[in-house]
């Protein structure tokens, strides 16, 4: 957990993994943070001079030696917050040039729960009912604390969800947040669709999760009546 917020924050694995290692060992010299961390000696100095370009770690001068410490974590959120003040700035210049490209479709591969993530934020976004086609909780296994915090946005967001889930998820309690019924198990399927606004989401959850995002209001209309069909043919919950 600790390690993703740091990716999360823009850190690459190895500073995170540094940055980790100094922040248990509470103040340390290069040969320490090696050690502790596991990550090659020439690359510790480099990394340390990155951390420290922003502001993440400060130097001291310790029995004539150089050590390095962590600075508040609380830098983190100023990080962040810099990132999406940055981002704010430069979206509607970004939105006009989207516009401008005149294809009325566009598809979207996003692998691995950032990937998947980004596709869930995508959907958000359309501020519209989801549509859930074959759920079996395998999506949130993969996202785990990602999953958490897209619940939270929709029901910060007041965002209602109709799902057809499989059956033998009943008793797990994974879609007592939506308006649900059961699809019988013997159609399960890795594969789950989501239709929300103008998108079509295509979630695989097999060794990995990945997702297919298809933005065509016309598809996702046709989505949305086989989705009432199927929610009209099982039984209520």
């Not at 690359?43 to 420290?52: A, S």
């Not at 209602?160 to 399927?189: H, W």
Request: glycine share 6%; proline share 3%; with cysteine.
């Amino acid at each position: 957990m600790k390690e993703e917020a740091l990716l999360a924050a823009g850190l690459t694995f190895n500073e995170a993994k540094v940055y980790l290692a100094l922040l248990k060992l509470g103040s340390a010299n290069v040969n320490e943070i090696t050690k502790k961390s596991g990550v090659h000696r020439v690359n510790v100095y480099d990394i340390l001079d990155r951390l420290t370009e922003k502001g993440l770690v400060s130097s001291i001068i310790a029995n004539k030696k150089k050590a390095y410490q962590v600075v508040n974590p609380d830098v983190l959120r100023e990080i962040i917050k810099q990132k999406e003040y940055l981002v704010e700035k430069a979206l509607p210049e970004l939105k006009l040039d989207y516009n401008i490209n005149p294809k009325k479709e566009h598809v979207y591969y996003f692998h691995g729960p950032d990937g998947v993530s980004t596709a869930y934020s995508m959907m958000m976004a359309q501020k519209e009912t989801i549509y859930g086609i074959g759920g079996s909780g395998r999506t949130r296994e993969f996202l785990k604390h990602r999953h958490d915090k897209f619940i939270k946005e929709l029901k910060s967001n007041k965002c209602k969800v109709k799902a057809l889930y499989y059956e033998f998820t009943r008793k797990t309690g994974v879609a007592k947040d939506y308006d649900t019924r059961y699809l019988p198990d013997k159609y399960q399927s890795p594969m789950m669709i989501d239709v929300c606004g103008s998108l079509v989401i295509i979630l695989l959850s097999t060794d990995e999760v990945s997702a297919i995002v298809i933005d065509n209001r016309a598809l996702a209309d046709s989505y949305r009546k086989y989705f009432e069909l199927l929610w009209n043919t099982v039984a209520k919950p």
